[in-house]
Protein backbone atom coordinates (compact mmCIF):
# COMPACT_ATOMS: atom_id res chain seq x y z
CA UNK A 1 0.00 0.00 0.00
CA UNK A 2 1.02 3.77 -0.89
CA UNK A 3 2.23 5.80 1.74
CA UNK A 4 -0.17 8.70 2.27
CA UNK A 5 1.83 10.65 4.81
CA UNK A 6 1.49 14.35 4.41
CA UNK A 7 3.82 16.49 3.49
CA UNK A 8 6.16 17.98 5.61
CA UNK A 9 7.24 21.34 5.84
CA UNK A 10 9.50 23.68 7.54
CA UNK A 11 9.28 27.37 7.55
CA UNK A 12 12.51 28.98 9.25
CA UNK A 13 12.52 32.85 10.09
CA UNK A 14 13.86 34.85 13.24
CA UNK A 15 10.81 35.69 14.94
CA UNK A 16 7.12 35.74 14.27
CA UNK A 17 6.69 39.27 15.18
CA UNK A 18 4.68 42.44 13.67
CA UNK A 19 6.37 42.61 9.43
CA UNK A 20 5.64 41.85 6.04
CA UNK A 21 7.74 38.95 5.87
CA UNK A 22 6.38 37.30 9.27
CA UNK A 23 2.76 37.52 7.80
CA UNK A 24 3.53 36.06 4.90
CA UNK A 25 4.78 33.05 6.94
CA UNK A 26 1.55 32.91 8.71
CA UNK A 27 -0.40 33.02 5.61
CA UNK A 28 1.57 29.73 4.14
CA UNK A 29 1.84 28.03 7.31
CA UNK A 30 -1.88 28.37 8.26
CA UNK A 31 -3.41 27.44 4.64
CA UNK A 32 -0.71 24.61 4.07
CA UNK A 33 -2.17 23.63 7.90
CA UNK A 34 -5.47 24.08 6.22
CA UNK A 35 -4.53 21.28 3.47
CA UNK A 36 -3.70 18.82 5.98
CA UNK A 37 0.09 19.49 5.75
CA UNK A 38 2.70 18.99 8.59
CA UNK A 39 3.67 22.53 9.32
CA UNK A 40 6.71 23.42 11.55
CA UNK A 41 7.35 27.07 12.27
CA UNK A 42 10.82 27.41 13.42
CA UNK A 43 12.37 30.79 15.07
CA UNK A 44 15.44 32.33 16.46
CA UNK A 45 13.56 34.77 18.38
CA UNK A 46 11.59 33.30 21.54
CA UNK A 47 7.59 32.62 20.74
CA UNK A 48 6.98 35.38 23.18
CA UNK A 49 7.18 38.00 20.46
CA UNK A 50 4.48 36.44 18.49
CA UNK A 51 2.37 38.96 16.99
CA UNK A 52 0.42 36.75 13.65
CA UNK A 53 -1.94 33.94 14.90
CA UNK A 54 -1.12 30.35 13.57
CA UNK A 55 -3.58 27.30 12.98
CA UNK A 56 -3.93 24.98 15.77
CA UNK A 57 -2.11 22.08 13.55
CA UNK A 58 1.17 24.64 13.28
CA UNK A 59 4.36 23.32 15.24
CA UNK A 60 5.73 26.03 17.30
CA UNK A 61 9.78 25.64 17.63
CA UNK A 62 11.43 28.76 19.27
CA UNK A 63 15.30 28.65 18.84
CA UNK A 64 15.83 31.11 21.88
CA UNK A 65 19.34 32.54 19.53
CA UNK A 66 18.17 35.63 18.56
CA UNK A 67 20.52 37.60 21.39
CA UNK A 68 22.73 40.42 19.90
CA UNK A 69 26.35 40.20 19.15
CA UNK A 70 28.47 42.99 20.24
CA UNK A 71 31.63 41.37 18.49
CA UNK A 72 32.84 39.71 15.04
CA UNK A 73 33.81 37.08 17.52
CA UNK A 74 30.42 36.47 18.99
CA UNK A 75 28.90 37.17 15.79
CA UNK A 76 30.68 34.11 14.31
CA UNK A 77 30.10 31.59 17.33
CA UNK A 78 26.14 32.91 17.89
CA UNK A 79 25.51 32.00 14.47
CA UNK A 80 27.67 28.62 14.60
CA UNK A 81 25.22 27.89 17.50
CA UNK A 82 22.15 28.63 15.30
CA UNK A 83 23.12 26.53 12.34
CA UNK A 84 23.87 23.62 14.83
CA UNK A 85 20.36 24.18 16.45
CA UNK A 86 18.84 24.72 13.66
CA UNK A 87 20.32 21.38 12.19
CA UNK A 88 19.44 19.26 15.08
CA UNK A 89 16.04 20.23 14.93
CA UNK A 90 15.94 19.36 10.56
CA UNK A 91 17.37 16.14 11.33
CA UNK A 92 14.26 15.23 14.34
CA UNK A 93 11.56 16.67 11.68
CA UNK A 94 12.62 15.15 8.70
CA UNK A 95 10.72 17.84 6.42
CA UNK A 96 10.18 16.76 2.88
CA UNK A 97 11.13 21.24 2.12
CA UNK A 98 12.36 23.51 4.41
CA UNK A 99 11.77 27.45 3.51
CA UNK A 100 13.76 30.02 4.31
CA UNK A 101 12.14 33.95 4.81
CA UNK A 102 14.58 36.71 4.23
CA UNK A 103 18.34 36.45 3.74
CA UNK A 104 19.67 35.65 6.90
CA UNK A 105 17.26 32.69 7.46
CA UNK A 106 17.82 31.61 4.18
CA UNK A 107 21.92 31.74 4.54
CA UNK A 108 21.45 29.62 8.13
CA UNK A 109 19.64 27.53 6.21
CA UNK A 110 21.48 26.75 3.62
CA UNK A 111 24.26 26.25 5.87
CA UNK A 112 22.11 23.89 8.06
CA UNK A 113 20.85 21.78 5.25
CA UNK A 114 24.30 21.02 4.01
CA UNK A 115 24.75 16.70 3.83
CA UNK A 116 21.19 15.88 5.47
CA UNK A 117 19.23 15.38 2.16
CA UNK A 118 16.56 17.87 2.78
CA UNK A 119 15.34 20.22 -0.24
CA UNK A 120 15.75 23.58 0.87
CA UNK A 121 13.83 27.04 -0.58
CA UNK A 122 14.85 30.65 0.51
CA UNK A 123 12.80 33.60 -0.03
CA UNK A 124 13.76 37.86 -0.33
CA UNK A 125 11.27 39.93 0.71
CA UNK A 126 13.07 43.05 0.06
CA UNK A 127 14.84 44.52 -2.91
CA UNK A 128 18.78 43.84 -1.78
CA UNK A 129 20.25 46.91 -2.82
CA UNK A 130 17.60 48.87 -1.17
CA UNK A 131 18.99 47.42 1.90
CA UNK A 132 22.24 46.32 2.21
CA UNK A 133 23.70 44.18 5.01
CA UNK A 134 26.76 43.92 6.60
CA UNK A 135 29.82 42.79 4.24
CA UNK A 136 30.16 39.53 5.97
CA UNK A 137 25.96 38.82 5.57
CA UNK A 138 26.44 40.02 1.78
CA UNK A 139 29.47 37.60 1.06
CA UNK A 140 27.33 34.79 3.09
CA UNK A 141 24.33 35.29 0.68
CA UNK A 142 26.68 35.15 -2.44
CA UNK A 143 28.24 32.22 -1.35
CA UNK A 144 25.21 30.09 0.09
CA UNK A 145 22.61 30.47 -2.46
CA UNK A 146 23.92 27.83 -5.16
CA UNK A 147 23.09 25.74 -2.09
CA UNK A 148 19.37 26.22 -2.42
CA UNK A 149 16.90 24.31 -4.54
CA UNK A 150 15.46 27.68 -5.54
CA UNK A 151 14.94 31.56 -4.00
CA UNK A 152 11.85 33.31 -4.17
CA UNK A 153 11.92 36.64 -5.13
CA UNK A 154 8.81 39.37 -5.39
CA UNK A 155 9.88 41.27 -8.28
CA UNK A 156 11.73 40.56 -11.81
CA UNK A 157 14.20 43.19 -10.75
CA UNK A 158 15.52 41.63 -7.68
CA UNK A 159 15.65 38.28 -9.25
CA UNK A 160 18.34 39.96 -11.87
CA UNK A 161 19.96 41.46 -9.14
CA UNK A 162 20.36 38.00 -7.44
CA UNK A 163 21.57 36.50 -10.71
CA UNK A 164 24.04 39.27 -10.92
CA UNK A 165 25.76 39.37 -7.49
CA UNK A 166 24.78 35.34 -6.51
CA UNK A 167 25.42 31.86 -7.16
CA UNK A 168 21.46 31.15 -6.77
CA UNK A 169 20.88 28.49 -9.40
CA UNK A 170 16.99 28.79 -9.68
CA UNK A 171 14.83 32.06 -9.06
CA UNK A 172 10.92 32.62 -9.31
CA UNK A 173 9.39 35.74 -9.08
CA UNK A 174 6.16 34.75 -6.76
CA UNK A 175 4.56 37.98 -5.61
CA UNK A 176 3.42 38.12 -2.13
CA UNK A 177 0.33 35.91 -1.19
CA UNK A 178 -3.33 37.82 0.05
CA UNK A 179 -5.53 35.46 1.84
CA UNK A 180 -9.10 36.12 0.66
CA UNK A 181 -11.73 37.55 2.24
CA UNK A 182 -8.93 39.48 4.39
CA UNK A 183 -9.03 38.84 7.69
CA UNK A 184 -10.93 41.12 10.44
CA UNK A 185 -8.88 41.91 13.35
CA UNK A 186 -8.12 44.89 15.38
CA UNK A 187 -7.38 47.50 14.78
CA UNK A 188 -11.14 48.22 12.83
CA UNK A 189 -11.66 51.66 12.25
CA UNK A 190 -15.55 52.36 10.93
CA UNK A 191 -15.13 54.71 7.97
CA UNK A 192 -18.35 57.02 8.94
CA UNK A 193 -15.97 57.63 12.04
CA UNK A 194 -13.44 59.54 10.38
CA UNK A 195 -14.93 60.80 6.94
CA UNK A 196 -18.13 62.48 5.88
CA UNK A 197 -20.34 60.08 3.88
CA UNK A 198 -19.66 60.15 0.35
CA UNK A 199 -16.71 61.38 0.59
CA UNK A 200 -13.81 59.15 -1.51
CA UNK A 201 -10.65 58.10 0.84
CA UNK A 202 -7.27 57.11 -0.50
CA UNK A 203 -5.69 54.37 1.68
Request: aromatic residues 6%; charged residues 15%.
Amino acid sequence: MENSRATRLVIFIHSMGGGGAERVAANLANYWAQKGWEITVVTLASQSVDFYTLHPAVKRIALNLASESRSLGTALWQNVRRVIALRQTLRQIRPDVALGMMTTANVLLALAVFGLGIPAIGSEHIHPPQAPLSPLWERLRRQTYGRLQAVAVLTRETGQWLKEHTNATRIAVIPNPIPWPLPAHEPIVKPDSVCRPGRKVLL
